[in-house]
Structure formats: structure tokens, C-alpha cells
């Protein structure tokens, strides 16, 4: 092939090369442009949630999401409190967060993260996490259950005694230890409210979409860079191919 008189002769092997690695940094890309899009469509979700409370029901617990603020009337069930274990408090430090079962006055109830609690001195030393049962109402952020990097085969429930260590439970493992059905999600306490332990609350957003729209013009930028280096080194063959003809 002749681009311009001059022999274009890549061969094969380069070929083959340049396509597969064009589509994966295209790949690359596009994965990048979809995660700054899903980064926005998070930033926009928690904004919205925190422009007004609404009143957190049976009803409409379903379709809040997460990041809302929310408020509930009821009262909390000491009886029956959760240990979320191998929790970091705002400094880094092991310990529990302290998740208690509220039943709210419509019926229903909601699991409510009273803060981070440090762990006692040794593994079986449970720390006392008792709160009043009388009728309050609270305020707080939706959020979820916290949820490993990976699941591990076995990890979950710790024991039958209550307060119960869970190490990452589902919401099924924890309806099954309180043998009652509870709303989705978690309640992230205010900091304002009564009854709570140390309560930094941060939305998880590793980055801003800045840095993935950054990365997908850096994996673009490879694409451009492999087919010009294709196109140079077929260019330079060319070239050997024609002096040795002569």
C-alpha cells in the first residue's frame, strides 16, 4: 500500500497488535466516561437528599433514596441491638458501630446507626450500648448496611446473645437474628440527636468525575498514540522494503 508515494508495508503481527490494543483503550475510555457519569448522577442524588426531611414511613421507604434526610416517630428496641464489627472510627481505629432496631409509631421497623463505639478490651468484653425505649422522634440520613470489598464464606452473625456482633451482615441476616422484617436501608443518626456515639458521616464518593473524564482522555490519548506509532513504524518498513528492491 502507498499513502503519499511512500510504501505504507505493516506487518501482520503489527496489525493485529494495534487493533486489539486501540480497543481496549477505547474500552477503557468509555468505562471512564460511564463512571464520571454515574459519579455526577450520585453527587446530583446526594444533593437533592439533603435540600429537605421527609417523614421516613412503611409506606414510602422503598422508594427513598439513598443520602435523603429523613425524620421517624417511635421509639428505639434496646433489647435487640447490633454490633457492626471491624467499623473505623473517624480516625481509623477498629471498633463497632452500633446499629438498634427502631419501631416507628405507623408501624414498621427501621434499622437506626447510632455512631461508632470503641470495642472493649478484649474480643468477648461487649460494650454497653443500652438506650430508653420511650416514644422520640429522630432525624437522620438514609443510607445502606456497609458492605465488604469481598464476601467471605462464614462471615456474618457472632454468637446468640444480644448485643449480636455482625461482621457485614445482609439485611436477610439481620431480619433472621431479629426474626422480624425491617425497612431497607440504614439511618445514619444526626449528630444532634440524643442516645448517639461518635458520628462523622461522609459520603462515598471516592472522587469527583473530574479525575475519570481525566483518565478517559488519557486512555483516548493511548488510542491516538498506537495508531500513530502503527502508522510511523509501517511507514519506516515501507521504506526498508524499497531500499532493499533497489
Request: aromatic share 8%; glycine share 8%.
Amino acid at each position: 500500500m502507498r499513502i503519499a508515494d511512500r510504501n505504507f508495508a505493516p506487518t501482520w503481527f503489527a496489525v493485529a497488535i494495534t487493533i486489539a490494543a486501540v480497543a481496549l483503550f477505547v474500552r477503557l475510555a468509555i468505562w471512564q466516561l460511564h463512571r464520571a457519569a454515574e459519579k455526577d448522577a450520585l453527587q446530583a442524588q446526594y444533593a437533592a437528599g439533603q435540600r429537605s426531611v421527609v417523614e421516613l414511613t412503611a409506606a414510602n421507604a422503598a422508594g427513598l433514596t439513598q443520602y435523603q434526610r429523613v425524620s421517624a416517630r417511635g421509639h428505639y428496641d434496646s433489647a435487640h441491638q447490633i454490633l457492626l464489627d471491624s467499623m473505623p472510627s473517624a480516625m481509623g481505629q477498629p471498633g463497632y458501630r452500633v446499629v438498634t432496631p427502631f419501631e416507628l409509631e405507623q408501624g414498621g421497623w427501621l434499622l437506626v446507626d447510632r455512631g461508632w463505639h470503641r470495642p472493649g478490651a478484649t474480643r468477648s468484653d461487649i460494650p454497653e450500648v443500652t438506650v430508653g425505649e420511650a416514644a422520640r422522634t429522630i432525624s437522620g440520613q438514609l443510607s445502606v448496611l456497609p458492605r465488604p470489598g469481598v464476601r467471605l464464606a462464614g462471615s456474618g452473625t457472632s454468637g446468640n446473645s444480644w448485643p449480636r456482633v455482625m461482621n457485614y451482615p445482609e439485611q436477610t441476616t439481620v431480619e433472621q437474628a431479629l426474626e422480624r422484617k425491617v425497612l431497607p436501608g440504614l439511618v445514619l443518626l444526626d449528630t444532634d440527636q440524643a442516645d448517639g456515639y461518635e458520628r462523622v458521616w461522609q459520603a462515598r464518593i471516592d472522587m469527583g468525575s473530574e479525575r475519570h473524564l481525566s483518565y478517559a482522555v488519557q486512555w483516548f490519548g493511548f488510542a491516538v498514540a498506537a495508531v500513530v506509532l502503527f502508522v510511523v513504524m509501517g511507514l519506516r518498513r515501507g521504506r526498508m522494503l524499497d531500499q532493499q528492491s533497489r
